[in-house]
């Protein structure tokens, strides 16, 4: 397969090397809006360099784009006008009307875009959904999520992430609508500034938490913070009238316990999301070459990033009036 890359920054840099050690990847070809950063990448991982228009136009099997989210919108459009199959890192856009209309293209046009929702591939949680599928979990009673970041990032990615809600949060909203099979009903966010005051500065937060009620009955909690002294820490605990379990709770999870019986982990905890997150970026990736040669069902939609980002919009609705939102609030 000949296979295009878009963004060439961190994440792109990362999805290089994963595509070009995938057997089936032929050629990559790298284009990126600084393209000394392309020619950069494209030596290191064995692939071709071009502009991003060129790129896009250079016949291609697939492509996948991982630029700043501010660019993912304008290069979604472009690449489907071209008529490829899409991949694209979370969120389609920043802004909800946006979202709406390249998800109404999408649906009306039947073209192939997945987003980058890693965490439906990761091993643990593959295992919780078969577990709650199979019903081994019983009546589902509730599900908390946490994500919290080692470091805050930098003023520049504050600026442009949309929020913590949507962008640290996109990711606990799609596991939570994927593990609960259902839809958010009614959400009621809160927000703090606990330490970072650059976040104060964009309206933003530097800890957030949230209690989300599902369609089905499924009550959620979710925390979130964007500095965790030990590590990267990404966990969700899931409760049943059959059993309980956990996610992300390893020797590696940034996390200590005080009990006098604990017995302290040895192992370096998860730096960061693409250390904790490799084995299912390269799963991704992976599934998206097979549903780009109509061998697999797309199993992260454009439908399913609006969906997450309309409960990061009632987010922020809460905070902003201080109230529970019903998601028919939000359209």
């Not at 692939?47 to 304008?74: F, K, M, N, P, R």
């Not at 987003?115 to 577990?131: N, P, S, T, V, Y």
Request: charged share 25%; net charge negative.
């Amino acid at each position: 397969m000949k296979v295009g890359l878009l963004g060439a920054g961190r994440i792109g840099k990362f999805h290089a090397r994963l595509l070009a050690d995938h057997p089936d990847v032929e050629t990559l070809v790298i284009g990126d809006v600084d393209p000394e950063r392309a020619v950069e990448i494209a030596e290191e991982v064995g692939g071709q360099h071009s502009t991003v228009e060129e790129v896009i136009g250079s016949g291609l099997d697939a492509v996948a784009i991982a630029a700043e989210t501010s660019a993912h919108a304008e290069l979604i459009t472009a690449c489907l006008e071209a008529g490829l199959p899409t991949f694209c890192e979370k969120p389609i856009a920043i802004d909800h009307q946006e979202t709406v209309a390249i998800v109404d293209r999408v649906e009306s046009t039947e073209a192939t875009l997945q987003i980058g929702f890693q965490r439906r591939f990761d091993a643990g949680h593959r295992e919780a959904k078969r577990l709650i599928e199979t019903g081994k979990l019983g009546t589902l009673y509730s599900i908390r999520l946490a994500t919290h970041d080692p470091e805050p990032p930098p003023e520049r990615y504050i600026s442009e992430s949309g929020g913590i809600f949507r962008d640290l949060h996109i990711h606990d909203f799609d596991a939570l609508r994927w593990l609960a099979g259902s839809e958010a009903e009614e959400v009621h966010a809160y927000g703090s500034v606990r330490k970072f005051d650059v976040f104060k500065k964009y309206e933003d937060f530097d800890t957030s938490t949230l209690m989300i009620r599902m369609a089905n009955g499924v009550l959620a909690i979710i925390s979130g913070g964007r500095q965790d002294p030990l590590g990267y820490d990404v966990r969700t605990e899931i409760f049943g009238s059959g059993d309980s379990i956990s996610v992300g709770l390893d020797q590696r999870t940034p996390l200590r316990s005080v009990e006098p019986s604990a017995t302290p982990s040895k192992e370096v905890a998860y730096p960061g999301f693409m250390v904790r997150f490799e084995d299912a970026y390269q799963a991704e990736l992976a599934h998206f070459l097979e549903v780009a040669r109509g061998r697999a069902e797309n199993p992260c939609t454009a439908r399913d990033s609006l969906e997450a980002l309309r409960i990061a919009v009632a987010a922020d609705v809460s905070v902003a009036e201080k109230r529970p939102v019903m998601m028919e609030e939000i359209r």
